[in-house]
């Protein structure tokens, strides 16, 4: 009978024998496996924890000991532990989320999948638990190695280690990787720490030794053990990276050796006092295309065939792509242009440019405050930095972009990949703040490409300019066909359409340009003239959209970004400035946090499908809503219907 099902919550671990919890390791590992092949999600890190999770649970009382997951991609065995086995739809509207989420459950915590802040959130709980007289519970962090590359985990540990009078489990799930290979100074001490042949063969040989005297030996290596790291640390000095910090240090553990995990998450919740569990484990364990995909370990997959691994459906050409072989090419004409990412080679398309100029590219882990103050000064010393990283993780950094970047007129460009409505990956992962937060820099010029075309274009001008940051943001997925100009105005706003009358100005802002002119196209049908224009530099706005807007009757702008603080607000704001009176409708998304759904359920959640956009400008052009005419067939998939206008 298989194990799994019977699992209904984290107690009934407690039943199991050792051969069992084995057993069900397996199980998970093949469930993962059929499951993550049919939806995507991730995979490699979750493969990576099955023996750690199932150790962890067994040995805590979740939801009284708090599990704290940092970013909690690997949180999916958690989920199967916790009583949600129901992968069906998950990252799907109605299905489980791809990251923990307190609705789903009561074991879930912290939702924000923004990475190195799970101690900062376990040093509050920890310390709220001992100030309301709950201190006999646990709060277990599991964080990755990676992860210790950003400034908040070090912040964290300093005011961890200035009480030790509380119960907090810290958890290094180590496996040598992020995305891909962790880097940085941390990542080589780790490392070393990892493969030194004299620690793992004197670690080895004692706890064989031990364990030859039954309970009592094993007993007898658990406490000796602590002491040993004196010696050993001759050889490696694994505990030296704490000691400073005053907290506890045990392992480095094998993360698939089940009985030893269980050993040594006993000892830590006995210690009493804040303690560092350092875990080895292998992203992609168990599953053979995963460790072979030398990339990543399969960190995120779409839909996969579960046997070889290889993906199921194309989606054609991506905005990554087209980005990454941009600037390649702006890089071989020149030489001051250098790339810098936070953790994220591969995912934010560097890849090509570092394989062509290995010396031009600087990955600083997941650090985008220190990116950012570091492109600054990259910029002082004459060259012109390309900053990418997801349009999500840029507010971790924008106190850097405002007093580094931009109170010193640094010539600095920043690529936010992923911008806009994400999708499956839930509200955490939508880059929709990015055009709110950035265009508040001053003398910041941000650009967003409707089309590859567009983009290559963009990111040319971008890094001409040496004395104000740039900004190109560009959505998830792929790239739609271009769409050409039928002219370009003298300061590089592109008319996309014009209509007979100049009733409706509509500004589609980035890849909205072709749903501005799909809505231009059922206006039309309904005898409304609509021009459609792309900024393409959407801050500052250009006086030929001052002056366009002076001749229309009204202007729509459509953005994939939040409403609130958005491009339209401030060509409404240019627009009263400029004397300019012509009515303006601000079209985006909610201020809202946004569940994980397709990009498409979430767009017509909004409101932001052609046929409602249009039926509302015909309301407010016509001031009436009549029965469509039976010759307007552009206009028959519209919720109300509308007739032509005489």
Known sequence: MPILPSITGPRDLDRLSPAELTELAVEIRAFLVENVARTGGHLGPNLGVVELTIALHRTFSSPDDPFIFDTGHQSYVHKLLTGRQDFSQLRSRGGLAGYPQRSESAHDVVESSHASSSLSWADGISRALTATGRADRHVVAVVGDGALTGGMTWEALNNISDDNQRNLVIVVNDNGRSYAPTIGGMSRYLNRMRTAATYRDLHRKSDRLF??????????????RGGTHGFLSRFVNNAALYSNLDIKYLGPVDGHDLPTLMETMELAKSYGAPVIVHVITEKGRGYQPALDDEADQFHAVGRIDPKTG?????????????????????????????????????PTGLAPFAERFPDRVYDVGIAEQHAVAAS??????????????YATFMGRSFDQVLMDVGLHGAG?????????????????????????????????????????????????EAVAVDDAPTVIRFPKGSVAADIPAVERLHDGVDVLSRGESEDVLLIGIGPFAALA???????????????????????????????MAARHRLVITLEDGIR???????????????????????????DEYIAHASRDEILADAGLTASKIAQDVVSQVLGTRIP???????????????????
């Not at 039309?524 to 393409?536: K, S, W």
């Open 412 to 460: 600095v460009t920043f690529v936010l990949d992923r911008a806009g409505v994400t999708g499956p990956d839930g509200p955490s992962h939508h880059g929709i703040w990015d055009l709110a937060l950035m265009q508040i820099v001053p003398h910041v010029r941000i650009a967003a490409p409707r089309d590859g075309a567009r983009l290559q274009e963009v990111l040319d």
């Open 211 to 224: 364990r030859a005297f039954g309970p009592f030996g094993r007993a007898v290596f658990r406490g000796v």
């Open 310 to 346: 290889g993906a199921l459906a194309s989606s054609g050409r991506g905005w990554t792509d087209v980005f990454a072989d941009a600037l390649v090419e702006v890089g071989s004409r020149d030489p001051k242009v250098i790339a810098i990412t936070a953790a994220m080679l591969r």
């Open 517 to 547: 002119m799909d809505v231009s196209e059922r206006l039309r049908a309904q005898g409304i003239g609509a021009t459609v224009i792309d900024p393409r530099w959407v801050v500052p706005v250009q006086q030929s959209v001052i002056a």
């Open 564 to 590: 609130v603080g958005g491009i339209g607000t401030r060509v409404r704001q240019v627009l009263r400035e400029a004397g300019v009176d012509t009515a303006v409708d601000e079209l985006g998304l909610p």
């Open 628 to 646: 469509v005419a039976r010759n307007a067939p552009e206009a028959a998939d519209m919720e109300t219907p509308v007739h032509h206008r005489h």
């Open 376 to 389: 600054a000064g990259f910029a002082f010393g004459g060259l012109h930095p390309v900053v990418a990283m």
